[in-house]
């Protein structure tokens, strides 16, 4: 494949939705349903004729399933995948989403067939009481169990996902939670701040005046002990929400944030491809409709001006440590001219918020706890 984006990258991600959970968790406004029998067989079928109509022409680096949950898909189904996934010699990186209670060494072992080099196991908690708010159903036998199934079946590179910021949890009791991630020794850890979003059962009962959340106080003394227990063992803060040995950074997520192209494949995946994004549609037997008539089911379209990118540019760059580069963000998109953003650097710079380093600029770990905060700033910049 000789073909590049609109910005010269050679290089392309796949994101591949897989829409099914056994249960939804009460923080959760993804699109997933139950993993039905005759659905799962649906979605597989469906998903080769989704890659076929949405033909590639670069290579590809990066591969990333995501959910819902892709470990509840059978051996069966994750090798009829390998076969039609776009896998070439350029690949460097394929991760794959896991639930404790769906991982068994036959299904690793086929994601490990078709090519799957890291895994991310969603624990979110290890504390019984937590688990409960937040509709967590394993129990810590299967989380450890799950976490020996993947490493004795060949990963070497395995994340675990947490989240923090959750009412009712106690700074000791999310210690404690990293205390036991840490002691599993994976190579990446990314801790979540709990957020309350669109149709989740948490959000309903916050809107019901059920529970309250956290303050913004709280959660910034969540965050503060999370860097520092975390950087305590080696751990690279390189994302707001991410911390990995060196060397063991998501590339897939790293492209993203830095607005590379990638294109997703199943109901509900976003793409940002050939200067648009989109995203399919969030139905499972709407997206099937659509491909099987030849004509992808398509919503959210956004045509990429430059703006746009220099704008997702600095704010997804900002989040993470190594922050960006202004010198390449100015001959990777000619409108963009760093006055425009000099009084909000400087203030920042002022305020110990963000270092400025030749062309280099990035937040501090004061500026990463505000860097919502620092996004809404970029966002309201004048012409
Ligand atoms: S596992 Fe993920 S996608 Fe599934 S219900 Fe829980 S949060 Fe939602």
Sequence with gaps: MQGKDFQGNKFLGIYVHVPFCAHRCAFCSFFQQPPRKQDLHMYVETLAGDICLQPIDREVDTIYFGGGTPSILSSEHIGRIGE?????????????ECSPQTVTAE????????GATRVTLGVQSFDGKTQEIIGRRQTLEQVFRA????RSCGFE?????LIFAIPGQTIQSWERD????LSLLPEHISTYNLTFEGNSELNGRIRRGEMAALSADAEADFFVKTRKILAQHGYNHYEVSNFSKPGFESIHNVHTWEMQEWVGYGP???SQFRGMRFTNVPSLSLWREGIIRGAHRRCDFQKLSEEILVQDSLIFGLRMAKGINLRKLESRFPSFHREKYDILFNSLVDNKLATIDGDNFHLTEDGLLLSDGIALEILSQPD
Aim: no cysteine; glycine share 6%; net charge negative.
């Design 157 to 161: 590179n395995v994340g675990i996902d």
């Design 178 to 181: 990293l205390e036991t991630a």
């Design 268 to 270: 509900a995946a976003s």
């Design 107 to 114: 299904k690793m072992e086929a994601f490990r067939r078709i």
């Design 147 to 150: 976490y020996d199934t993947i």
């Design 84 to 96: 039609i996934l776009p896998i070439g010699s350029q690949l460097q990186e394929f991760s794959i």
